[in-house]
């Protein structure tokens, strides 16, 4: 897409060097210091998401809100947008159309939500909980013999890739591949396009191969649900719960932990009393949620959003971080909010997140597993070194270096009498779609 030029266009409020660039190292290394300076220009400022794509991005907390309810005013479906972005731009893999429930409204958007709902519900929570248990013992006896570690590579990234795998019953070697497809996606990366074509290959052989021989995964639920998608829907359903679910679980699990570790009073370590799990997923909820800007939207028609003027088919995204954060926190509030009722982490709306409930259990579980296991773990970088990852979408730890004293033996959760040796489906047994 062109940029426009400047001072031709009624909808540039600040000049192009006020356009600030949400990808790249500057916008990683301190994202609440450009949400100030958006805020600083109303409740929607413009801002360049790839070299050539811009974006308004809702700052504000109740503009925020009325955009995400407003299915009158605005659509979800980018098309009429994406005919003007290059066909191999970067964010198209998170922004261009497909036939999800992400990118369409009214009710198309119900049968394709009711399919991703009714599946989901069929995940169990206690066996979602033990699968999880078990997955993080096998990852923490990979790496606790050594006293030290990366909680984001061999911890964080890989266990919601087991547990969705196993859930959705994709091939062991086909793991890595979905691994990749999904962090590409969120980073933007140059290979993104690639890595995407490549997950919805890996998607589409599973879907084949359970069309064929349906079994005891959320992939054959899904196809035989009502709604009868055909194969190329659930496909993308599959995917999108793949990508949605992936990244912003890791980045969820690997922020809180850098919470606890990095939590002033407690110099670096969990020795001494540190924040609880709780506490820690519910701040990062609140100041750094995992999708840290998304919800896009497009006008219908032109309008007047909250005193700002958009052109029909504009690409408006919501930063959830900034909306979260646009009050600082009482100081009776401290450092830590209760209650997650209000922040905007999983979106709010026809199109909030579907999967609040098992997101928080999974993340919870795996925090409390490695917090209990390897208690003292302490980080082995000051947090100010940290690198993030690029990208205007999330809010991701690249690495999270960590020491601790090393562990001789844990057990083995694979033993027959280990108490948490499940089934490695968390779903009900012998449930269907249908009930
Ligand atoms: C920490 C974890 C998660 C966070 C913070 C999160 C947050 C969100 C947010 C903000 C949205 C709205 C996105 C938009 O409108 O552009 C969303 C949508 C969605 N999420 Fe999640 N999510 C998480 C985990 C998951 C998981 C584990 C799954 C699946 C198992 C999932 C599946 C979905 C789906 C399918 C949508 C699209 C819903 C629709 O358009 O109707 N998410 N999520």
Partial sequence: MTPPVPGTSPLIAAPPDE???????????????????????????????????????????????????????????PRAWQAGVPADSP???????????????????????????????LIEPHLLRAEVARVAQRLIAGFSAAGSGDLIAQYARRLPLHVFTAAFGVAP????????????????????????????????????????????????????????LDDDEAVRQ???????????????????????????GYGGSLHGGAITAQEAVNDVLWRDPPLANMGAHFPRHDTEFHGVPLRAGQLVLVSFAAANTQSPPSPSESTVRSGDSAHLAWSTGPHRCPARQPALLMAMTAIEQLTSQLCD?????????LIWRPGPFHRAPAHLPV????????????????????DHVPIRVGGTPNG
Avoid at 50 to 55: G, K
Avoid at 212 to 228: E, I, K, W
Avoid at 248 to 262: D, E, F, H, K, V
Avoid at 404 to 420: G, H, M, R, V
């Fill in 19 to 77: 356009r600030l660039a949400l990808y790249g190292p500057d916008f990683a290394a301190d994202p609440h210091g450009h949400y100030r300076r958006l805020r600083s220009q109303g409740p929607l400022a413009r801002v360049r998401i790839a070299p050539d794509v811009d974006a308004m991005l809702v700052t504000d907390y109740h503009a925020a809100v009325d955009l995400l309810r407003d299915t009158d005013t605005f659509t979800k479906d």
């Fill in 91 to 121: 964010i198209l893999p998170v922004l261009g159309h497909r036939p999800t429930a992400l990118f369409s409204d009214g009710d198309v958007h119900a049968r394709y939500r009711g399919a991703i709902n009714d599946t989901l519900a």
């Fill in 173 to 228: 070697q086909d793991t890595e591949r979905v691994v990749r497809g999904t962090a590409a996606m969120m980073d933007s990366a140059a290979d993104a396009t690639a890595a995407y074509d490549d997950l919805v290959g890996v998607v589409t052989g599973l879907v084949a191969r359970r069309r064929a021989a349906p079994g005891r995964d959320l992939t054959s639920y899904l196809l035989a649900h009502p709604a009868h």
């Fill in 238 to 264: 599959i995917t999108l719960i793949m990508s949605s679910g992936h990244d912003p679980m890791t980045n969820l699990i690997g922020n809180a932990l850098l919470r606890m570790l990095s939590d002033g």
């Fill in 377 to 385: 773990l302490e980080l082995a970088v000051a947090p100010e070194a």
């Fill in 403 to 422: 020491r601790f004293t090393p562990l001789d033996t844990l057990p083995d959760p694979e033993a027959p009498d280990a108490p948490d040796a499940v």
